[in-house]
C-alpha cells in the first residue's frame, strides 16, 4: 500500500519537474529529486504532497491543491484482504507524529 503511494507521488512529481526546476533552491530540489526519484527516506513522504502543494504555490503565486483519484483504493484493498484494522492504526499514528 506505501509502495502505491510513493509510486504515485513520484509520478505527481514527476509531471511538475520542469515547471518548478527554475525556482527550487538546492536543497528542495535534493528533495524534490528523492521524491521524484522514489528514493526519498521513509519519514519524507507523509508531507510529500504538502511539499508539492507549496512548491507550486510559491512558483505561480496562487493557491494550490492536489487533487488524488483513486484515494480510496489502498483503503479498498486493505479492506479486502482483512488488514484495515491494521493500515488504520499505522496511519492514524503516522499522521500523529
Request: aromatic share 18%.
Amino acid at each position: 500500500m506505501f509502495w502505491s503511494f510513493r509510486e504515485l507521488v513520484s509520478e505527481h512529481y514527476s509531471d511538475w519537474s520542469e515547471y518548478l526546476s527554475d525556482s527550487l533552491t538546492p536543497a528542495d530540489q535534493r528533495y524534490f529529486d528523492s521524491i521524484c526519484g522514489n528514493e526519498a527516506p521513509l519519514e519524507q513522504w507523509a508531507n510529500s504532497l504538502l511539499r508539492l502543494c507549496e512548491f507550486l504555490a510559491l512558483k505561480s503565486q496562487r493557491k494550490v491543491m492536489i487533487f488524488v483519484d483513486e484515494y480510496e483504493a489502498p483503503n479498498n484493498r486493505a479492506y479486502e484482504h482483512d488488514f484495515f484494522k491494521t493500515v488504520r492504526h499505522i496511519l492514524y499514528d503516522y499522521s500523529r507524529g
